[in-house]
């Protein structure tokens, strides 16, 4: 007994608790100076402008790695790139086992295989109802309904008490391609009372009121769109959507089309998913050579695109630059999807440039051709009911999101509501509490090949870079002072104008310093270095109203 008065249970969010993306969280269990601890999920989130060269960003594991012995493994809900892109890049250095469902497997595999990737994890697969013992803590998967096969609530076990971490989840009861969420599962642990309950949980559309709309009310939509549809039809969604893309298949059918698929990620999706049995029934789909051979009423294009990705093929396609594929003036283009936030320009500019084509564009301002994955504020009641939890964590959200779930949980009454952010360690078990900002968390870039800190990144010179462009001179002068070579300069994203080009103030600027420092001053390198820097700066702020990057290369010979 006073061993178990000793222990703790704690909860402490690295990554998407006070964002969308991200996802990584880690539960502890047993006395604080041997703990040992449950990773859930391992996700990135996606570079933005703001951040130039940057295409992926995860959370900074260190905190883990501290207790890289104490970590007994980790465990994905789905195959979200926010849920497990980090997990090639992060987790081979902890040499413990990773659990995942068969589709998830697959997906790691094929993503390793695609991205040429050497390292490799230790897999185990996990399937709903069979719980797994992982160091002190019994992991048991429950299904849950989301926009991608085998998502999975964990119900996560200890001697003191249980979790029940939803990752992203919605309740419908007619989707497409995936198996409803276990209802009765979920009620069965609501009744249990031995332990007490704690419901971390997921936050996304916890400002909506109602209940998300059903997947197959997209399907009826998207095969009225497609049989009523004069010539093409062109769809764009997520790749990893498998219910939508069996939803295209079967309109497709139904109006007497053939899909074509265009683009890498659909194809490895829909060959997983084939493989895994998922698409029995489905009509086969052709790839994008077919494109042309088929009449311009009897085709039905899928292609990937939907956050506006430049190489992607609906953005090719809306420039006119894709090999095989083109939309004419009269086809329809369904935006079967939704611009996450940062993507929305991007998406708005494929969006008119295939307007301005002749294309009759569709999105979901037009007609329900999406909805969601994630519990509207109706879903999370009906949850709390079933599950009747003793606490209620917050998670997988902005702070707008995190802040309306956990009113919603105070007013359904309740009784411990721990508002939480990355960093702060939530104690669940004794007497419920958070510590903020007691864990140290950050990012981790990963910047083409290599993986590194904000810090290391160079992304702040790049900024400078693109806001103030760059002048490099180059210039040698001997023991005199006297010029011997340049000076020579290279002028890089600065403007040019009619009236009196950067060339010419440059060369007045360096002849009217070497003019003013006398030349045994100008023999002193660092002097030459200071007094060129100094004034072209203040020279071009002059004539452009910005302060350009300057570099110097001022050699004695």
Known sequence: MAKAQRDELVFVPLGGVGEIGMNMGAYGFGPE???????????????????????????????????????????????HEDHYGAVLDLWPSFDRPVFATPFTAAMLAAKRAGDGI???????????????????????????CHSIPESNALLISTPVARILHTGDWKLDATPVGNAPTDIARLQQIGEDRSTPLVLVCDSTNAMKDGESPSESEVGDNLATLIASAPHRVAVTTFASNVGRVISVARAAAKAGREVVLSGRSL??????????????????????????????????????????????????????????????AGDRMI??????????????????????????????????????????????????????????????????????????????????????????????????????????????????????????????????????????????????????????????GLPETDDESLNELL???????????????????????????????????AYWGRKPNVTIFAHRV
């Open 118 to 144: 050497i390292d490799n994890v230790d897999l185990t697969i996990m399937k709903p109802g069979k719980a797994l013992d992982v160091g002190p803590f019994t992991v048991e998967a429950i299904n849950v």
């Open 267 to 328: 194809h490895r999706i829909t060959g997983i998913a084939r493989e895994l049995g998922m698409l029995e029934g489905v009509p086969t789909m052709h790839d994008q050579d077919m494109y042309r051979s088929l009449p311009r009423n009897k085709v039905v294009l899928l292609c990937t695109g939907s956050q506006g990705e430049p190489r992607a093929a609906i953005a090719r396609i809306a420039r006119g630059e894709h090999p095989v594929i083109d939309l004419n």
């Open 33 to 79: 100076k041997s703990r040992k601890w449950l990773v859930v999920d391992c996700g990135v989130s996606f570079g933005d402008p703001s951040l130039p060269g940057i295409e992926l960003i995860m959370a900074n594991p260190e905190f883990l790695e501290e207790r890289a012995d104490d970590v007994v493994g980790l465990v994905l809900t789905h195959s």
């Open 335 to 492: 935006f079967s999807s939704w611009a996450i936030p940062g993507n929305e320009r991007e998406v708005n500019d494929i969006q008119n440039q295939l307007i301005d084509r002749g294309v009759e564009v569709i999105t979901r301002n037009d007609a329900m051709v999406h909805v969601t994955g994630h519990p509207r504020r109706g879903e999370l009641r009906r949850l709390y009911e079933w599950v009747k939890p003793d606490i209620l964590v917050p998670v997988h959200g902005e702070a707008m999101h995190l802040q309306a779930h956990a009113e919603l949980g105070k007013a359904e009454g309740i009784a411990n509501v721990l508002s939480i952010r990355n960093g702060d360690m939530a104690r669940l078990f004794p007497e419920p509490m958070a510590f903020p900002a007691e864990v140290r968390t950050g990012e981790l870039y990963l910047d083409g090949l290599v993986l590194c800190t904000p810090e290391e990144s160079g992304v702040k010179g790049r900024r400078r870079l693109s806001f103030g462009g760059h002048i490099v001179v180059s210039i040698c002068v001997n023991g005199g002072g006297q010029v011997v070579a340049g000076p020579d300069f290279v002028i890089e």
């Open 507 to 541: 060369e007045h600027t360096i002849a009217g310093v070497l003019k003013s420092v006398p030349p045994k001053r100008r023999s002193d390198t660092e002097v030459l270095n200071s007094a060129l820097f100094k004034a072209i700066r203040n020279e071009v702020n």
